[in-house]
């Protein structure tokens, strides 16, 4: 099939351009947009270009009505939106032939919007979703067309916890990919079990050292892959008398860093950047 992509992440572009290609699909191009102060930030903008040098063809909206016709001029069976945060307008779902499929993280119904994964490590969900669905007219909730999970274990890294989602993706588009080639509509997402994943309040950026050990950790490592507004970032702490953003932490004091107490146990702060 030829298959567009919406996205606004350069990242998820070329991993999903990659994964298709594997399959014997072709990616014909990306709908992309440039947005001040969206949580993707605007440097991913230029790095979504650089894929038009290898006949990627790159289109960039200036407005929501645009979509339809630059979607239109790429002749797609089917468009994937991934990492993308403005709603796809209804006039252009039905442009390509087969439709416009979604991707996002988290096993739908639960953590619809925008920070589902921030949500899961920050609850201590066991394990990490994902879900392939039918876009329809509002935010994530199309029917379904593949589901999966992965175990969140001992991720320790930002990198970590983006490198499984995209195993995971992988592994769920051939079925996804095969069921709309069949015009398959997909399940209707279940009517209970539906929740909510905003962005977070600012106060959670702050730690609190007297909470146990387990909830610093999912904290820090939550706000490394939240989906944040600009004014809002964290994991935030004083050490040594600076204001740091904690960037990874560790049980132990293998890698070195600075042993904190929380209040059950020892965590060693091992990575940090300024706060400002």
Sequence with gaps: MRVALISRVELAVAGFAAA???????????????????????????????????????????????????????DADVAISSAFPLKVPADALSVPRLGVINTHPSLLPRYRGPNPIGWALRNGDPELGFTIHRMDADFDTGPLLAQ??????????????????????????????????????GDPQPSNGASYAGFFEPEYAEIDWSRSAAEVRRQVLAWGVAATRPD?????????????????????DAEGGTRMACADAPLWVVETAPAS
């Design 148 to 185: 999966g999970a992965t175990p969140i274990a001992d991720m320790d890294r930002a990198e970590d916890v983006f490198a499984a989602m995209f195993e995971l993706a992988a592994s769920l588009l051939p079925e996804a990919l095969a069921r709309v080639a069949a015009r398959d509509p």
């Design 20 to 74: 298709l290609r594997r399959l014997g699909h072709e990616p014909v191009g990306v709908v992309t947009t440039a947005m001040e102060g969206d949580r993707y930030g605007t440097d991913t903008l230029g790095a979504i270009a650089g894929q038009a040098a290898g006949g990627f063809d790159v289109l960039v909206a200036g407005a929501p009505e645009r979509f339809a016709p630059l979607l239109a001029a790429l």
């Design 232 to 252: 809002a970032r964290g994991a935030l702490t004083t050490i040594d008398g600076r204001r740091v953003r904690v960037l990874r932490t560790r049980r132990d």
